[in-house]
């Protein structure tokens, strides 16, 4: 029994043994792991570090064009204001122009009712032609028209026959590079 015993404690010792090599190399492996553990660390700071960097000057340039745009937009404001401001002052004098009733004189001369002028013809009589051109002077007087191109082009409206042949002839004179007939007088 107590070769048994011996045996025992033998196989004991052997197997302490084989647990103690075990363990040594186990604790190999996480002093490997420990190191590992350390450089992942450090991996992972450095790459935030990096990432924080990179993120930080993201955000410094985007301050900076948020500022400058702020910058434009309230000029930009500030120039809409003196705009508006003077669009006001501009509103008002109309208003006061308009209750002083400076405008209406002009206004109602333009509601008198003016009779159609008779047609010219191209008669070669100067007594007609001096009649149409007064009644037309007549006509713009009492229409208020004092614009130059505004009365030719209203004139030769009451032009036919010869004087509507003729006009159409000098239009097209006009188109081709001849003289314009810009005034009334």
């Known amino acids: ?39 992942l660390r450090h991996f992972v700071l450095d790459s935030l570090g990096a990432n924080a960097e990179n993120l930080n000057e993201l955000v410094s340039s985007t301050k900076e064009k948020l500022a400058e745009r702020d910058e434009n937009l309230e000029e930009m404001v500030l120039a809409m204001k003196k705009e508006i401001e003077e669009l006001k002052r501009e509103l008002m004098i109309y208003k006061a122009t308009l209750s002083n009733g400076m405008l209406s004189s002009k206004l109602k001369q333009q509601a008198i009712d003016v009779p159609k002028l008779e047609k010219f013809k191209g008669a070669r009589s100067a007594r007609d032609v001096d009649n149409f051109l007064w009644e037309m002077e007549q006509y713009f007087r009492a229409m208020g028209i004092k614009n130059d191109t505004i009365k030719v082009n209203t004139a030769s409206i009451y032009f036919t026959n010869v004087a509507l042949l003729w006009w159409c002839h000098r239009s097209t004179d006009e188109k081709r590079g001849g003289n314009a007939i810009g005034t009334w007088e």
């Open 1 to 39: 029994m107590l070769s048994l015993l011996e045996d025992r404690v033998v196989n004991l010792e052997e197997s302490v043994g084989n647990i103690k090599k075990t363990l040594e190399l186990v604790e190999g492996c996480t002093d490997g792991f420990d190191s590992m553990d350390e450089q």
